[in-house]
């Protein structure tokens, strides 16, 4: 019986380990889960900022899906679906990678990773290195940056809020 017990619970740890692979690295983004994370801003040139976020798992909890709200005519203003993006864990790298598909046919890539609760996006933009933070305050609200990076430090703040979850 102690025989069976221990052949039993060593199969349930190793299929345990190798079905949540690729779940561990992702699994800081559970917390970001579950309603619609909402910020209201401006960015440092003036212009209005405001948008809206969605994450959820996709592929069987192996990559993160996200749907961004925003601004998509700059010149009516008109709100709606602006990203969809993907975040997912690239072995060969040891790195989580994300990409963001927009409306205006514009694809953006780069990487993310945390820093305890804080998760961080680093990528190009337009010929910049940028760096995106969401730095934890509670379960449901973020301080939000946007800087561009010099040798690993915010050289200019773009955009300095708060995103906070509601239960759309």
């Given at each position: 019986m102690r025989t069976l017990v221990i052949f039993l619970l060593s199969i349930?740890?190793?299929?345990?380990?190798?079905?949540?692979?690729?779940?561990?690295?992702l699994k800081?983004?559970?917390?970001?889960i579950g309603g619609m994370w909402l910020t209201e801003s401006e960015w440092s040139n003036g212009n209005q900022f405001k948008q809206e976020i969605r994450?959820?798992?996709?592929?069987?909890?192996?990559?993160i899906k996200v749907k961004t709200f925003g601004t998509i005519d700059q010149k009516t203003k008109e709100y709606g679906l602006r990203n969809e993006g993907i975040r997912a864990w690239n072995a060969q790298d040891s790195t989580i990678q994300f990409w963001e598909f927009d409306v205006f046919g514009g694809i953006t890539s780069?990487?993310?990773y945390f820093k305890g609760n804080d998760l961080h996006y680093e990528y190009e933009y337009h010929?910049?290195?940028l760096r995106e933070s969401w730095i934890f305050i509670n379960a449901n609200t973020?301080?939000?940056k946007v800087g561009s990076l010099?040798?690993?430090d915010i050289k200019k703040l773009y955009m300095e809020s708060t995103y906070k979850r509601t239960e759309k």
């Open positions: 349930f740890s190793l299929s345990a380990m190798g079905q949540t692979k690729d779940q561990i690295k800081d983004f559970t917390k970001l994450f959820e798992w996709g592929l069987d909890q192996k990559i780069g990487l993310c010929g910049e290195k973020y301080q939000y010099l040798n690993g």
